[in-house]
């Protein structure tokens, strides 16, 4: 079983380089791609660890605005994305938005890289304040992750409402969109 397992993550993490980092703003493409069905598609719910080892489920966040943010440690533009999350979760927390950070780093050693990671940021003036959940293979394969980062804005009915796909240039992108559901 936990070889299975085992595999399955490891083919899993192995395409993420595949897939690699993107970072919108390196062409002229439109920076948010809309969801294709217009009535919304329901966000799918996940339990995960996180950094503590406790479990949380996108369902604990009920009632809310929530970006849902697929990153990795290695990827550049998802170091650059972190510090807009950051302020935008101390700006609009009060009125009901949060920020979940979804690591998608290899299994081994994952919480040693992620506490490296932190302790890089902080040095840089920015200490993560929102949740950061070790991703599983099949929660990627559910979100259909097709880069790093990739951010999912999710309206207080749990629907999938706007996917911001690479990293984007400014706060101001999501906070255009944010304000619409908030």
Known sequence: MYTKLFCLFGLIFCML???????????????????????????????????ELEEVSLTDYQDKVVIVDFWATWCKPCKEEIPRFIELYDEYQAQGFEVVGISTDDV??????????????????????????????????????????S?????????????????????????RELKKWL
């Open 17 to 51: 380089p595949v897939l690699g980092c993107s970072d919108a703003t390196d062409d002229d493409s439109d920076k948010i791609t809309d969801t294709v069905d217009p009535s919304f598609q329901l966000a799918p719910n996940f339990t995960l660890l996180n950094t």
């Open 108 to 149: 081994d050693g994952r919480l040693k890289n992620i506490e490296t990671f932190f302790q890089e940021l902080s040095g840089e003036g920015h200490d993560i304040n929102y949740p950061i959940l070790l991703a599983d293979s099949d929660t990627i394969q559910r979100y259909q992750v097709p880069v790093l980062p």
């Open 151 to 175: 951010a999912y804005l999710v309206n207080r009915n749990g629907e999938i409402v706007k996917i911001f796909e690479g990293a984007q240039e400014s706060k101001e992108i999501y906070e």
